[in-house]
């Protein structure tokens, strides 16, 4: 008996072995979907407690920061916009109706309000808010957009100084408390980032960058004390003490009920 040649099935059999395996493969490859953390700084993979860690060394090194956003502190809500570093700090600080910008260099530190802060902070002695004077709006006038050099016995310096120190500040905001874990993915500012959370998020939510240094990028306090957003790190600027035109000497405490 002759043999019979193989007929054309069989290598096509053979042939859809390998391209089967092709599309069994391309689709669980598929099934993967990206890799996270690729691109990263890998900060994402480590551990909540390790993150943490991380963002507050990167945060301790650092030569300068900007601080922005709503803080809750002592009964009182403040606004911030302050740019810090390790010999002082300037910026706003909104409290109340009032606006204010500080100064600190060094030990100095310097408010500047308009007239109406100074109208205010003067005429309001306690009474019930009396209506202010000609002799009160006399002095506000002269204190006008003027900076006051704050006397270090004054107890407002102590709670004006934090606005402005870099390390107080930062010491005091990016604890979180309760049992650290790890929250979602997101970008804040084009950055993208890894939350942790003290005790699932009620002892606040930190967010931490998954670009570059892991810098700490926002803070949701607990309590809904605030939130605050941190940028600029590492971005040093200019601080130096107010021309002498431009400066008034209070002459004794500031008022009672200044911020």
């Known amino acids: ?3 019979l040649p193989p007929g054309p099935a069989a290598p096509a059999r053979r042939a859809a072995l ?21 691109g990263t700084n890998g900060v994402g993979k480590l551990e909540a407690t390790a993150i943490e860690k991380k963002a507050k060394t990167a945060a301790d090194a650092a ?15 403040y606004k911030l916009n302050m740019r810090l570093k390790k010999t002082g700090g300037v910026g706003s600080v909104t409290s109340k109706n009032s606006t204010f910008e500080l100064l ?17 902070a003067d005429s ?23 900076y006051v050099k704050v006397p ?7 709670q004006l100084r934090g606005f402005t120190d870099m390390n107080v500040l930062l010491d005091g905001l990016l604890g979180l408390h309760g049992k650290l874990s790890k ?33 700490p990028l926002q803070l949701d306090r607990a309590g809904d004390a605030g939130v605050l957003t941190l940028g600029d790190w590492g971005q040093d600027f200019p601080l130096e003490a107010p021309a002498k035109e431009e400066t008034v000497d209070y002459g004794r405490q500031l008022p009672r009920d200044s911020p």
């Open 104 to 120: 600190r260099v060094g030990e100095a530190l310097y408010l500047k309000a308009d007239a109406g802060f100074w109208v205010h």
């Open 18 to 38: 390998p391209v089967a395996l092709c599309a069994a493969l391309t689709a669980a490859l598929a099934g993967c979907g990206e890799d996270p953390d690729a």
């Open 183 to 215: 929250g979602d993915r997101s970008t804040i500012g084009g950055v993208r980032t890894i939350k942790i959370m003290g005790g699932g998020g009620n002892g606040g939510t930190l967010a931490v960058s998954l670009e570059g240094t892991p810098y």
């Open 63 to 77: 030569v300068a920061v900007r601080v922005a956003g709503t803080l809750v502190s002592k009964g009182g809500t």
């Open 152 to 158: 270090q016995d004054d107890p407002a310096y102590k």
């Open 124 to 146: 309001d002695g306690g009474d019930g808010g009396a209506e202010p004077g000609e002799e009160d709006r006399a002095a506000a006038e002269k204190l006008d957009d003027k």
């Open 1 to 3: 008996m002759t043999a």
